[in-house]
């Protein structure tokens, strides 16, 4: 269903069963919820300072070598909306292994 270097790639799937207004009953598929890797356990490689103009997808690319891994990066630095690690000129981010 997913990419494998999608961070939903294994996330199991699970089924809800449910009866509508109109007395039918349906299977509601969905993915079960991801929980993002303990980062205190990931091997650091570099830590890159945010400069102007810096993007999370240009940093990824030049680190990772793939720009759609930029999730990667906000799980080790425990972000949930992407762009907060380049808002701040200076800002130390995290470049670490894949989580295994």
Excluded at 11 to 36: C, H, M, Q, W
Excluded at 37 to 44: K, L, R, V
Aim: with cysteine; glycine share 4%; hydrophobic share 35%.
């Amino acid at each position: 269903m997913f990419a494998p270097n999608s961070r939903y790639y294994n996330i199991p799937t699970t089924t809800l069963k449910v009866t509508d207004s109109a007395g039918i009953n349906r299977e509601i598929r969905y993915l079960r919820r991801r929980f993002i890797p303990e980062s205190e356990s990931a091997i650091t490689l570099v830590e890159h300072s945010v400069i102007q103009g810096d993007r999370l997808d240009n940093i990824t690319a030049r680190y990772l070598g793939d720009p759609t891994q930029f999730w990667r990066l906000c799980d080790t630095n425990k972000v949930l909306n992407s762009q907060e690690l380049t808002e701040e000129i200076g800002r130390i981010i995290k470049i670490a292994l894949p989580f295994s």
